[in-house]
């Protein structure tokens, strides 16, 4: 379709938009918001009180409720606390998303701002100046062009204040939210429907899994009782045996403080942030020292051992393949199979199934700090099966989780598109590169020009 523009358009001379209607302002945000920090430090956590709205809860405009905190109110000094109210917008401080912002609803009240800064609008509508947070001309080009000083970034309220922000007539302004909440609604109603899809896939990959390393290929093999809670049936010509059966060692990583042993190079250092979904991923990397691994030396790992969490995320569990053969770790229970008998592939498997995250997740101990210890896990049953079985159904299975994980990943390519589809309209409608004011009772499509 054609892209309704403005008849008049004036240079803005500013980064990320040449130009702007003609009646439209350039406007310093601190001219028509005031900007406040939130309480800082915060008091201790209550499991009963008033929210507390941290940048774990800021997510593209809303609100959420991922690691919602709650306070009590007594416990912050009156002149310290800084109540929300309905049409405040929350800005992130620093940290990875530095410059996102959600907008206070009446809903989320009472609440009172954390960390990071608060903008309450003065001379113009809430709404509108959280779309203008959330497009680019605002949070990419003037906000990330500050939080970029430093490795960690950081935005301050002189620097968030300083950002010049194109302004319409309060009329328009309205027009644009009209149109902006329909079809951004459209937009995120398909994201939700992709997420929903994506735990679709997840869920029926797990069930594959966890089919296959308790029941085998065979549909119609013969079965037996496995003896063992939550097992149940199994193949008849299946084993069951204990972990500690199986194995030719079970110890632990080296567990003590790491601020002195870690270098900038030297010999990896995997730790439980690196365990995920059956995998090690050296995303974020840890090394040590040759001479210090060789005094570690029970922790070094060999191409087949597997790694069990045994603190924070409990449950995951990955078998270290020849790339990370040599390697140190920290703070996981380490399995060295015995290669006669099961693989660790096999036993990777096994305890990734749904079998084997319920059977860790029964054995952990502590209250306060949730772990899994060497002596429980040895007492886990798992099946085995004979080896070449074992390899045939390991085939299988990383066969079809990888036509799983495809199908997940072309999800997640959606997901990216259509937000970025958003964003480009949101872009386009408070910059004027789009005239809204037809459209806002139209039920129209998207212009394609946001698309690109």
């Known amino acids: 379709m054609s892209v309704p523009q403005y008849k008049r358009y004036k240079g803005a001379a500013m980064e990320g938009v040449r130009q702007l209607p003609e009646h439209w302002e350039l406007i310093k945000l ?60 929350i800005v992130v401080r620093s940290g990875a998303y530095t410059g996102d912002s959600a907008i206070i609803r009446l809903h989320h009240c009472p609440c009172i701002a954390g960390f990071d800064m608060v903008v309450t609008p003065r001379s113009c509508s809430p709404d509108y100046l959280q779309y203008a947070l959330l497009s680019s001309y605002l949070k990419r080009d003037q906000i990330d062009l500050e939080k970029l000083r430093a490795a960690q970034p950081h935005l301050n309220a002189e620097e968030l204040g300083d950002c010049t922000l194109l302004l319409p ?118 090394f040590v020292r040759h001479e210090w691994s060789m005094e570690h030396s029970k922790s070094i790992l060999g191409a087949g051992d597997v790694l069990i969490v045994q603190t ?49 997740l029964s054995i952990q101990t502590g209250a306060l700090h949730p772990h899994l210890n060497c002596g429980n896990v040895k007492g886990v049953m798992v099946p085995v099966p004979p080896l070449e079985e074992q390899e045939e159904i390991i085939a299988t299975v990383e066969r079809r989780v990888r036509e799983f994980d495809s199908l997940i990943s072309e999800a997640q390519k959606g997901i990216l598109l259509l937000q970025e589809r958003r964003e480009a309209l949101i872009s386009a409608a408070v910059t004027g590169e789009i005239d809204v004011r037809g459209l806002v009772e139209a039920d129209t499509q998207i212009p394609d020009v946001v698309a690109a």
């Open 169 to 286: 007539p309060e009329e328009e302004q309205l027009g644009i939210i009209s149109f902006l909440d329909r079809e951004t609604s459209k937009l995120d109603a398909l994201v939700a429907e992709q997420q929903r899809l994506i735990e679709l896939l997840k869920e029926k990959r797990q069930t594959v899994v966890s089919h296959a390393v308790t029941k085998g290929l065979d549909r119609n093999a013969r079965t037996k009782d496995s003896g063992v809670e939550w097992l149940r049936e199994v193949p008849e010509h299946w084993e069951c045996r204990s972990i500690s059966s199986i194995s030719t060692k079970i110890t632990n990583g080296y567990v003590g403080p790491t601020r002195d042993i870690l270098v900038d190079e030297g010999v990896r250092y995997l730790q439980s942030l690196h365990i995920k979904n059956n995998s090690i991923r050296f995303d974020n990397p840890y």
């Open 30 to 89: 601190k001219r028509v918001a005031q900007i406040r920090y939130g309480i800082g430090e915060p008091p201790s956590y209550r499991e009963e009180g008033i929210p507390l709205i941290r940048a774990t809860n800021v997510d593209a405009g809303r609100i959420t409720k991922k690691d919602l905190v709650l306070v009590d109110p007594t416990d912050i000094p009156e002149k310290r606390i800084v109540w929300l109210s309905p049409g405040d917008i």
């Open 312 to 360: 924070g995320d409990i449950g995951q569990v990955a078998v270290v393949t020849e790339e990370f053969a040599g390697c140190n770790c920290h703070a996981l229970i380490i399995v060295a199979p015995i290669k006669d008998v099961v693989s660790g592939d096999w036993l990777a498997w096994t305890l990734n199934s749904d079998y084997g995250f319920n059977t860790l």
